[in-house]
């Protein structure tokens, strides 16, 4: 991400991951060009998980992911649609998103090391900092792994903060 904030001098620094898309052509370019040295295993692996598992539906993308990740997000999916009334979920930016109201309220994402539910709402991540006990809050987005796994009341307690704030929208 570094690189990525050397090379674009305006980028949001709450969200330093959105800016990855623009660098991956550029490094797709050079990979291009370093596959025809034999580079290509270790590229496509990179290029695959920064740019997130090919999938059209929910179902797709967790039965792409490793079995550990999706041993955890499984369950934090099923809380979340249980916790939205009339919940819909779709692939959007190459990870699950669940909405209410036609708003996007929360994604739900993996890489290398760890799973992510994102808030989708900087406020919200303000808010919750220091009152979260479970995972890793960086910008808006919970990290999370299998030893430090989200409960249900968690999860719930987030999606209630965000359909709040879309029912407070005018």
């Known amino acids: 991400m570094a690189m990525c904030a050397a090379r674009y001098s305006v980028v949001r620094p709450a969200y330093p991951e959105l800016c990855f898309a623009r660098v991956t052509k550029n490094e797709r370019e050079n990979a291009d060009t370093a596959a025809s040295r034999g580079a290509t295993v270790a590229l496509e692996e990179r290029f695959a998980m920064e740019r997130g598992y090919e999938s ?28 939205i009334p ?25 890489a290398k090391d760890f799973c992510s539910l994102h808030l989708m ?16 809050l960086v910008g808006a987005t919970l990290h999370f792994t299998a030893d430090d796994p989200l409960s249900e009341a968690t999860v719930r307690l987030i999606v209630a903060r965000r359909i709040a704030e879309v029912d407070a929208r005018p």
């Open 121 to 136: 709402s900087p406020p919200l991540a303000r808010a919750l900092k220091g009152q979260l006990t479970e995972g890793d």
């Open 86 to 110: 009339d919940a819909e979920e779709h692939i959007g930016y190459g990870v699950p998103i669940f909405d209410y109201r036609r708003h996007g309220l929360v994604g739900l994402s993996v």
């Open 56 to 83: 059209k539906t929910v179902d797709e993308y967790l039965a792409a992911i490793p079995g550990q990740q999706r041993a955890l997000l499984a369950p934090i999916r099923q809380w979340i649609l249980d916790a």
